[in-house]
């Protein structure tokens, strides 16, 4: 292995780290080297034990320490680390790490500063702000790379890395971590979504606190795994049977997926639910810079645990905010929870009153609370004869459509889904009352203009601009939609 240490540039602030290169991993296909936009990297003239050229640090003047040839090394052959994440390894951490190389770093639980920083790894990165300290999973494409900084990363936290069998042991894992204490997650795909189903359906029935995130890509089936779509986003509302409420935030940006991974984990404490990141493969491998705070400045909701006598508690007595109160397992608490519907001692009633009670409270419980939860973003709205309604990657595509048929004399207006589920209902109301109409552009070939359409009055039209997946628009398209709506065409 070889790595460096960078010096401070004279006169200039300069962030100090190393690169880390994991020789005898590599495969020679030089991709580090010829992406490295400041030539910091060059082949060496010795093999390694595969017979393979490796890289080496040629200018290390130059390196800014963007992460770029860590993201593009398909062998995980090379990593960067700077001198805020380093610390002292504790002993009993050193045994973990018996069958490793002794000089990699141990990773402070929080980073702080700007990063050039992938979106998979900053969701994982927010899961861990928030106080994550469990992952249960299974790899698959688009998501395996917030699975694998989980791996890196927990084990030096004192937190759990699992890599299940299955999605269908994943999700049990999580809500089981959950009822243990911990603040737990998951990421997968569509595919990995649908095995899920029945315990996301357990987990919304028992209220336990989770994180499910799902970097969606073509679909169905097994799709496209190694592009894009936003098909799974009707899933994410009714995937598993019954009725209950849910919770799914979209981000477009690798900030984005970190500030709204800790915001996850705020609502599913808050609701105590298991709440949703629906991302796509294009944000979840974008890279872009990202701002990690100081933990101090993070907001964080903590669950509430009861504060009632081993002998009074109820695991689903309800008070006045319709969420009950936690006591974790081992806490001396006399503890019941099932899938069955249930009465406040967390026993099976099956009598339709109580059936009646505990769902529509699993319903309400988010309903009655949408102001606090509902995140939406809105531009030039007042006044616009045509609103666009996008979510996720799209938000970032409509925007050259939007400038294009401003210049045609259009007045058009951006709305920005961050919250999709629950649906802002009452707000596409009040909008339709006031435009000529929506247009919805999303990787899918028609699911939340449906939403949009049931909500809206009939005199303004819905027009879905819709795409298969595995592109993007083309934005032509969406001026076009745009122009149809504004002047009344059918």
């Not at 699975?147 to 699992?162: C, K, N, S, T, W």
């Not at 026993?347 to 102001?371: A, F, G």
Request: aromatic share 8%; hydrophobic share 35%.
């Amino acid at each position: 292995m070889a790595s460096h240490a960078k010096p401070a540039g004279s006169g200039t602030k300069r962030i100090k780290g190393k690169i880390i290169i994991l020789e005898d991993r590599c495969k020679g296909c030089d991709f580090c080297v010829e992406h490295c936009p400041r030539d910091v990297l060059g082949i060496s003239t010795q093999f390694n034990e595969k017979g393979y050229h490796p890289p080496e640090v040629i200018n290390e003047e130059n390196c800014t320490f963007c992460g770029l040839c860590e993201r593009i090394c398909p062998d995980f052959a090379i990593y960067i680390t700077t001198e805020e994440e380093v610390e002292e390894v504790k002993p009993e951490v050193k045994k973990v790490y018996a069958n490793r190389n002794k000089n990699l770093p141990i990773v402070k639980s929080t980073m702080k500063g700007e990063f050039f920083m992938q979106g998979d790894i900053a969701c994982a990165e927010g899961a861990i702000a928030a106080g994550c300290r469990f992952f249960g999973g299974y790899p698959i494409t688009p998501a395996s790379e917030i699975a694998e900084r989980m791996a890196y990363r927990l084990p030096m936290l004192d937190g759990v890395f699992i890599q299940f069998e299955d999605e269908i042991a994943s999700m049990a894992s999580i809500i089981g971590a959950s009822f243990a204490g911990m603040k737990s997650f998951t990421a997968t795909s569509g595919p990995g979504i649908s095995l899920m189903t029945e315990n996301i359906g357990l987990g919304m029935m028992m209220e336990a606190p989770c994180v499910v995130v799902n970097v969606q890509r073509g679909s169905p089936s097994t799709g496209l795994p190694t592009s894009w779509g936003q098909s799974d986003m009707m899933q994410a509302k009714w995937g598993s049977h019954g009725d209950y409420g849910s919770i799914s935030l979209c981000p477009k940006s690798p900030q984005e997926i970190f500030d709204l991974t800790i915001r996850a984990f705020n609502l599913a404490e808050k609701y105590r639910l298991p709440v949703f990141i629906m991302t796509d493969a294009i944000v979840g491998h974008m890279t872009e810079k990202v701002v990690i705070p100081p933990v101090e400045e993070i907001e964080i909701f903590d669950r509430k645990y009861t504060n009632k006598s081993t002998d009074k508690y109820l695991p689903y007595e309800i008070g006045k905010s319709m969420i009950p109160d936690f006591a974790k397992a081992g806490d001396g608490y006399r503890y019941h929870t099932t899938g069955l519907t249930h009465d406040e001692r967390g026993y099976p009633d099956m009598t339709e009153q109580c059936q009646k009670s505990v769902v529509t409270r699993l319903v309400e419980k988010i309903t009655k609370n949408i102001d606090d939860i509902m995140m939406i973003e809105e531009i030039d709205i007042e006044g616009a004869d045509v609103i666009v309604v996008c979510y996720g990657i799209t938000a970032r595509t409509v925007i050259p459509a939007i400038e294009k048929a401003k210049k045609k004399g259009i007045k058009v207006g951006y709305m920005r889904l961050i919250t999709v589920w629950p649906f802002p209902e009452q707000r596409i109301k009040e909008l339709s009352r006031k435009c000529a109409g929506f247009v919805v552009p999303e990787l899918n070939l028609g699911q939340i203009a449906l939403e949009v359409e049931r909500c809206a009055f009939p005199d303004a039209r819905t027009k879905g601009v819709t795409h298969a997946g595995g592109g993007i628009h083309d934005f032509n398209d969406i001026v076009k939609a745009i122009e149809e709506v504004a002047h009344g065409k059918k």
